[in-house]
């Protein structure tokens, strides 16, 4: 019942360093969720995928690319790092579309950027 | 901007009391919102949800209520329980909108 997985769960990487974040569920869901957690704040939206074959910028894309593999997957890319871009990230699906729908979280993936 | 706003960090009370999470918004367009919990070292978990047109939706001890003049919400848990100790998300959106959240409240139940 593993619900919606991410790997690592930790990484370090160095400033101009490239690193892919990986996000798969197994509740057949059509939608994804990628957001960034920093201290103090809410959960930022990054992207989003409300099906598959279909991407779209959140409230924070710069700096971020993803891909929508299938149905199941859905990657975070960051091209070259930064050290603003040390945050905890999140993975997250919902059943369909809809802002209305609840979402499923995975336990994120804590990055550090010197 | 920060259009949805938790404005207490943390909030104790004794077990078995009442806790009110509070919550305000600042975008009239949004019509859906919703409470998740969090845990440490996990993701958070969807809690209950309430539609604009509606003013109060209960799901056992808990109840969140929707005034949508003052554009604020709350969440009641009664009664509380030390496993309620999380940090609570108020998450808000709309058609045209993605989902904005709060900063969270940190809930400690003490025994």
């Known amino acids: 019942n593993a619900g919606v997985t991410q790997t690592p769960k930790f990484q370090v990487l160095k400033t101009g360093q490239s690193m892919t974040l990986q996000c798969a569920q197994d509740?057949?869901?059509?939608?994804m969720y990628w957001y960034r957690q920093d201290p103090g704040m809410g959960l930022r939206l990054i992207y989003y995928?409300?099906?598959?074959?279909?991407?779209d910028k959140g409230e924070v894309p710069n700096g971020y690319n993803v891909s929508r593999l299938n149905k199941r997957e859905f990657s975070l890319r960051l091209e070259s790092a930064a050290p603003s871009q040390t945050s905890v990230y999140f993975c997250?699906?919902?059943?369909?579309?809809?802002?209305?729908?609840?979402?499923?979280f995975g336990d994120g993936t804590r990055l550090s950027i010197l | 901007d920060q259009q949805v706003k938790q404005n207490s960090p943390s909030l104790s009370v004794q077990e078995g009391r009442i806790s009110i999470l509070n919550c305000d918004y600042t975008?009239?367009?949004?019509?859906?919102f919703l409470w998740y919990k969090k845990y440490p070292a996990e993701g958070p978990t969807f809690l209950i949800s309430?539609?604009?047109?509606?003013d109060k939706n209960e799901d056992g001890r808990f109840t969140v209520f929707l005034n949508k003049s003052a554009k604020h919400l709350s969440l009641h848990i009664v009664p509380s329980q030390p496993g309620d100790s999380a940090v609570y998300f108020c998450?808000?959106?709309?058609?045209?909108?993605?989902?904005?959240f709060g900063a969270g409240t940190r809930l400690t139940v003490k025994p």
């Open positions: 509740m057949n869901h059509n939608s």
């Open positions: 998450a808000a959106s709309s058609t045209n909108n993605d989902m904005r």
């Open positions: 975008n009239s367009m949004f019509d859906y």
């Open positions: 309430i539609s604009s047109i509606k």
């Open positions: 997250a699906s919902s059943e369909a579309g809809g802002w209305d729908q609840p979402q499923h």
């Open positions: 995928s409300a099906s598959e074959g279909t991407t």
